[in-house]
Structure formats: C-alpha cells, structure tokens
C-alpha cells in the first residue's frame, strides 16, 4: 500500500525560507512522478512543481526561481525547497504520486496517491 507523508511546515516570515519533505513508502516501482500541490483558503488546489524518475521538472511560473524540487532516491523522499517566501505562499501543500504516467507535470488528474497535506504560513 502506497504511502505518502508530508513534513516540515509551520509559520515563517515572509521573505524566509521552508524545506517540505514527502517520504513515499510501498511502493515497488522505480519509475515515479512526485508534484507538490497547494490549496489556500477559498481557492482551488494548485500544482507548484513536480520531477520524474528522469530528473526533469516544471514549476508553475508562480514559484519559479523561488521553489526547488529534488529526490533522495536512497531515503524515498522528495522535496520542496521554498526560498523567498510570500504571504500568498500561505496554502495547505499537499504530495502526490504516481507510478504510470511518470513524466513530470502539474495536472493533479494525473497522480493517484496523495500525502494528507501540511500547513504552511508566512507572515508580513
């Protein structure tokens, strides 16, 4: 049974920085594509970035330069460097995988497994 679990959340100030971490279990697969998605309050889930088993990757134009995406292979993990953060950052960021379609991309359509989610919030 696939498993995600987000971590490393919590509140920081706008112009500060967050690493969020998703570690993926039961998975047999070694082809993969991981996206970070968000969803603020009153507004519709978003994808922020995702990576394939090839290293490539896309970010939405929103975080692009700010948010870096990366894997630990060996640990089952994937993060999501969040630099230079913004008040409009502030979103519950949740995980998704999938193990089929495996090229990288922002369509949440396309990931089957989802972490729970994990709250992030800058402040002014």
């Known amino acids: 049974q696939v498993q995600l679990v987000e971590s490393g959340g919590g509140e920081v100030q706008s112009g500060g920085s967050l690493r969020l971490s998703c570690r993926i279990s039961?998975?047999?697969?070694?082809?993969?594509?991981v996206g970070w998605f968000r969803q603020a309050p009153g507004k519709k889930r978003e994808g922020v970035a995702s990576i394939d088993a090839h290293g490539d990757t896309v970010y939405a134009s929103s975080v692009k330069d700010r948010f870096t995406i990366s894997t630990d292979n060996a640990k089952k993990t994937v993060y999501l460097q969040m630099n230079g953060l913004k008040v409009e950052d502030t979103a519950m960021y949740y995980c998704a995988a999938d193990f089929i379609f495996v090229v990288a991309d922002l369509k949440e359509d396309l990931y089957e497994y989802w972490g729970q989610g994990i709250l992030v919030t800058v402040s002014s």
């Open positions: 039961g998975s047999r697969y070694n082809k993969y594509v």
